[in-house]
């Protein structure tokens, strides 16, 4: 099985230029993986939307009915909805065999027992694995930033 440090690398090399953070568990139960600041645009106000968001990192392979079932504990759901009853900004990012797909937030308590069709219906960006950085990293600009 993949692991997330491998899915940690290929995400922190692909984000916009920024602050980020990969946290293990040592911040709190449920906590996401990392926390991630995008540096604004010159001339973008200082008080503008949040551009910080949290990402929960998980990855899988193979093509099992239900690929990340029981992988987003209860204690995460129960932060990814406080996070977001107050504004914050969280994402999913998940890896399967070759493909990393950019889920939002609101959609986690779904992805235990989401099949790979479904997962694919639920995200908003998909990239596969071995996309270029530009192109990655842009994506996740606008997803950000919107």
């Given amino acids: 099985m993949p692991r997330e440090t ?8 692909r984000l916009p230029s920024g602050h980020a953070t990969r946290i293990e568990n040592e911040v709190g139960d ?37 690929p990340f079932k029981d992988q987003v504990r209860d204690s995460q759901l129960k932060w990814i909805a406080r996070e977001i009853e107050v504004g914050g900004r969280v994402w999913l990012v998940l890896r399967l065999d070759d493909t990393v797909y950019f889920i939002p937030g609101n959609c986690a308590e779904w992805i235990n027992r989401a099949t790979p069709a479904e997962i694919l219906e639920l995200s908003d960006i998909i990239v596969k694995w071995r996309d270029k950085k530009p192109t990655v990293s842009s994506q996740i600009y606008r997803m950000i930033s919107d």
């Avoid at 491998?6 to 090399?13: E, G, K, N, P, T």
């Avoid at 540096?39 to 008080?47: A, D, M, W, Y």
């Fill in 6 to 13: 491998a899915l940690w690398d290929w995400l922190r090399d």
């Fill in 30 to 66: 449920g906590f996401p993986d990392v926390h991630y600041s995008m540096l604004r645009h010159p001339g973008e106000p200082i008080i503008s939307q949040s551009h910080s968001v949290t990402f929960e990192l998980k990855t899988k392979r193979g093509t099992k009915k239900c």
